[in-house]
């Protein structure tokens, strides 16, 4: 059998911790009753283990249970946010706020509450992505009800300034909703200190698995109100109905616990190998780093190269690499990534980009061999360019 490429995505997902999937496993075959179910003992463990799940994730971000709502992942809980609260508070105000470098999980629905008849005020960023807080605090009207920045860029891996634009939001009494799929667990989340009013999280991102995610909705100072987007059972406290899924939640939890637990020095070992990677190719001409190298997750590494064809260039690294030039969720679209161009690329440089995902299990070994397979990938390129 033939080896298997490096595996450089994590942003895009991450392979399950094995004691992830140990946690999860007795749910499926012994524990595996309907936790709505009180009125025996299997229901009563997947009960009780969704209990302990949801107080593992509150914890982890400084919130109480009751303010944890489980979704399908980040995407559900995304929609769940941002039209449950235009659904909710469209008798106080129908604009929305967010920036042109989200996810299209927040863009996209964004764009439907538009045929609604709200309006979207889409904020620039600066050329490293972060987003200009006075543009901000001068977009917010009287009509204004809800502004939506992620915690941590999917494609660059810019870290927005939470805690200032939490305050901002409360300033003008408006509700701020983060998308923070790619933070958790790699960066401190504190909802309260960051006066966060809506939190959307998501567990394969964090070796845990997929399909699950989930909501945080603030009860206190203020109390948030959420118009569900899925009726049915009446489960999550009436705002997402649906059966539970416990093994699923349990997963969540472990990985939530386990990234939780070992952050820090993760955090530290990655953004060593994000300096090798680096250092590898800041000497060759033509190389544009995407994003804050310092400000942005220590595992992701976005660069544009000149010179090259982006799809040539993925197709000469597959049999040794395994990564992608940007949003998994975009990977079949042509058109060039919407971050990077928001970042002032052109159409040839957003195109001829590169996103490395370094995550938990990679090693030093691992990041050489990218590195040097990278660089002649891109001189055989240039070289072929310039004899055409």
């Known amino acids: 059998m033939s080896q298997r490429p490096i595996y450089l995505d994590a942003h895009a997902t991450t392979p399950m911790d094995e004691r992830v999937l140990e946690a999860m496993l007795p749910y499926f075959t012994e524990s595996f009753g309907n936790p709505s179910t009180n009125t025996h003992v299997y229901g009563w463990e997947a009960s009780a283990a969704v209990k302990q799940a949801r107080e593992t994730i509150a914890e982890t971000i400084n919130a109480t249970p009751e303010?944890?709502?489980?979704?399908?992942?980040?995407?559900?809980?995304?929609?769940?946010?941002?039209?449950g609260v235009a659904e909710a508070y469209f008798s106080q105000g129908k604009h929305i706020i967010t920036v042109a470098t989200e996810h299209r999980a927040v863009l996209d629905p964004c764009?439907?509450?538009e045929t609604l008849g709200f309006e979207v005020t889409y904020l620039p960023v600066q050329p490293d992505g972060l987003l200009d807080l006075e543009k901000l605090e001068k977009a917010i009207g009287e009509d204004t009800i809800l502004v939506s920045v992620?915690?941590?860029?999917?494609?660059?891996?810019?870290l927005q300034p939470l805690a200032e634009i939490g305050e901002i939001c409360h300033s003008h009494g408006?509700?701020?909703?983060?998308d923070a799929a790619q933070a958790i667990a790699k960066i401190p989340l504190d909802v309260a200190e960051m006066k966060i009013d809506l939190m959307s999280l998501t567990a394969h991102k964090i070796y845990g698995p997929k399909g699950i995610g989930a909501l945080y909705?603030?009860?206190?100072?203020?109390r948030v109100k959420l118009a569900s987007q899925i009726q049915g059972g009446g489960q999550e406290r009436g705002r997402r109905s649906g059966t539970l899924y416990t093994p699923q939640i349990v997963g969540f939890?472990?990985?939530l616990e386990i990234g939780a637990s070992m952050m820090e020095a993760e955090s530290e070992r990655l953004f060593k190998l994000k300096k090798q990677l680096w250092s590898m190719f800041e000497p060759l001409e033509g190389i544009y780093l995407n994003g804050n190298f310092?400000?942005?997750l220590q595992g992701n590494l976005n660069l544009s190269i000149e010179g090259v064809n982006g799809s040539a260039l993925l197709l000469a690294l597959q049999p040794v690499v395994a990564l992608s030039s940007g949003s998994a969720c975009s990977s079949q679209s042509t058109a060039p990534s919407h971050v990077l161009t928001a970042l002032g690329r052109d159409e040839q440089l957003a195109h001829a980009s590169l996103r490395f995902g370094i995550g938990r299990f990679n090693t030093p070994e691992e990041i050489e061999t990218v590195g040097k397979t990278a660089i002649a990938?891109?001189?055989?390129?240039r070289q072929a360019n310039k004899l055409q």
């Open 150 to 158: 992620m915690a941590a860029n999917n494609e660059i891996g810019v």
């Open 111 to 113: 764009a439907y509450l």
């Open 253 to 255: 939890a472990k990985a």
């Open 174 to 178: 408006v509700l701020f909703h983060t």
């Open 217 to 222: 909705v603030r009860r206190r100072d203020p």
């Open 377 to 381: 990938a891109i001189n055989s390129l």
């Open 67 to 83: 303010e944890i709502v489980f979704t399908s992942g980040a995407t559900e809980a995304n929609n769940l946010a941002i039209k």
């Open 294 to 296: 310092t400000r942005s």
